[in-house]
């Protein structure tokens, strides 16, 4: 597997995401960060966290992956782009067929586990998602890497009825639940999860008694269900489904009633993240059973507010949100020396302003963190704009220089480091637009008279050939500062409009900092 050039490149994308934790808040912007860059999958994931299943979680008119992190948790952001980086692999091959087929199952029984774990009052249900999704993790790599010996081992099932693992350690050398559970190890999952994935044993299970044993039996239950359905195709669900509550009822406590709200959930839930991943689940055996099921069970009672999300909802649903609220786009701020660019409107970048100002406004008026709701905005001027870097700097009164603290980029650590100057330096270019309080975009920063004003580290370490400078003045003084650069000279062009939208962001950020946050 090693040899096949793109798995080393999704075990450091997978290993580089587990690494980050919720405690960390570096953590938190490599985490926005590292989305951000990926426009698909920022889109994606801005999609699923507008969806009918995390509405009711709390999301919902979410328009930056910072805030979606804010209100859905670190956790849960980071198991979607998981799901969405495993799935952007299945597109596109050779035997595309048969891993949608592979990840459909994964996804079904995911969602089911998640939404059991809700029922069970526990706080885990991301984990328990993880682990039901990851729990045929060794049968995708192989269907996904070793094709032909994926093959081999259906042929050995037919012709020597051995069990999957049997066949599979005949072929492989190691069962697939083996080959799942270390490549789980080396992307870096904690080892809950990685026990999560070892299979049960035949008959009644015990009493769960650790969390751990929870997270197995919920991952269990979900996966069997998924077969049964797709074995008696839904035909006989429900006789399979006593069967299964027999095995797993002294360890899963859920009635009836729960456990069909469960499964009608989960369908739908499966079907708009079909939807969002650009999966067509029509071209899948197990989506067209998936997609009968919900027409069938659409009239049945669901836990959500919303009404059930058929596969037509899903589709609908997998647009980004456009903003519901007109921005202010006065300011007093005035615009001197190099004053910003004008250009026509790009409805796209003004609808990214509009609604990040929205998020904003409603985060102003919560407890919110003032980083948390500062990198919220920067976020919103990244991926509106385009710019290469946007930057936050605040203001040291114990050196009197602008030092950057965080920002959105390639090699932004980097960045960060090389990123400050003296306020007392009136030659700098940076210092005279805090000066003034001006907002500046400056155009060619190869021109003769910008030039000798700007300082060598900003040329060495970012080279950057136009960039735009944002104070932020409070009482006269200024406090803090946003930068926005491009590569190239002319790259930054900005409308009316939108210039509008982005000093209204800055001012939004003046108010953050006077309120404080927490």
């Known amino acids: 597997m090693q040899h096949k050039g793109d798995f080393p490149a999704l075990s450091e994308s997978i290993r580089a995401i587990n690494r980050l934790t919720s405690s960390d808040r570096d953590s938190i912007n490599t985490l926005s960060n590292s989305i951000v860059k990926d426009f698909a999958l920022t889109n994606r994931i801005l999609r699923l966290v507008n969806s009918a299943y995390y509405r009711q979680a709390g999301g919902g008119s979410i328009s930056t992956v910072s805030r979606a992190i804010v209100v859905l948790g670190f956790n849960t952001i980071r198991d979607i782009a998981i799901s969405l980086i495993l799935v952007e692999h299945v ?121 751990e044993e929870v997270l197995r039996a919920i991952a269990g239950f979900s996966n069997e269900a998924c077969a049964a359905l797709e074995a008696g195709e839904g035909h006989d669900f429900e006789q399979q489904i006593q069967r299964l509550r027999k095995r797993y009822g002294a360890a899963i406590r859920v009635t009836d009633t729960q456990f069909r709200s469960a499964v009608q959930c989960a369908l739908n839930e499966t079907a708009e993240f079909c939807a969002i991943a650009r999966l067509n689940v029509m071209q899948s055996q197990f989506g067209k059973l998936l997609q009968r099921e919900i027409a069938s069970g659409e009239s049945a009672t669901s836990t959500s507010n919303e009404p059930p999300a058929g596969i037509g909802t899903a589709l609908a649903a997998a647009t980004l949100l456009e903003p519901t609220m007109a921005a202010n786009t006065e300011t007093d701020v005035t615009a001197s020396d190099a004053s910003i660019a004008t250009a026509a409107a790009e409805p796209r970048a003004e609808s990214v302003l509009a609604a990040g100002i929205q998020d904003i406004s409603a985060s102003l008026v919560e407890d919110f963190s003032l980083n948390d709701l500062l990198r919220m905005i920067l976020e919103t001027m990244y991926r509106a ?40 330096d009136t030659g700098n270019i940076f210092s005279v637009s ?35 400078v944002f104070p932020l003045v409070l009482r006269g003084q200024p406090v803090a500062m946003i930068y926005a650069d491009a590569p190239n000279a002319g790259d930054i062009v900005i409308s009316d409009k939108e210039l509008g939208l982005l000093r209204t962001l800055r001012n939004q950020a003046v108010l953050a900092i006077k309120q404080g946050g927490k």
């Open 91 to 211: 597109q596109n091959q050779t035997n595309a067929a048969l891993l949608k087929e592979e990840f459909l199952r994964a996804s079904f029984s995911g969602a089911m586990a998640r939404e059991i774990a809700g029922r069970l009052a526990l706080r885990e249900t991301e984990e328990a998602y993880i682990c039901s999704m990851m729990r045929n993790l060794g049968r995708f790599l192989a269907q996904y890497y070793l094709a032909e010996e994926a093959d081999e081992v259906r042929r050995v099932i037919s012709s020597a009825r051995l069990s999957e693992e049997s066949a599979s350690i005949r072929v492989l050398g190691m069962s697939y639940q083996e080959l799942g559970i270390g490549v789980a190890r080396v992307w870096g999952f904690p080892e809950t999860i990685v026990n999560g994935l070892r299979h049960l044993g035949e008959g009644p299970l015990r009493p769960a008694k650790t969390r």
């Open 385 to 424: 704009m385009g710019f290469d870097h946007v930057l936050f700097c605040i203001r040291d009164a114990r050196t009197k220089s602008m030092t950057a603290r965080f920002g959105f980029g390639p090699r932004i650590e980097q960045t960060i480091k090389c990123f400050r100057f003296d306020l007392g």
């Open 434 to 468: 805090l000066a003034r309080g001006a907002d500046m975009l400056i155009s060619d920063a190869n021109d003769p008279k910008i030039a000798e004003r700007l300082p060598r580290w900003h040329r060495d370490a970012l080279g950057a050939r136009t960039f735009a």
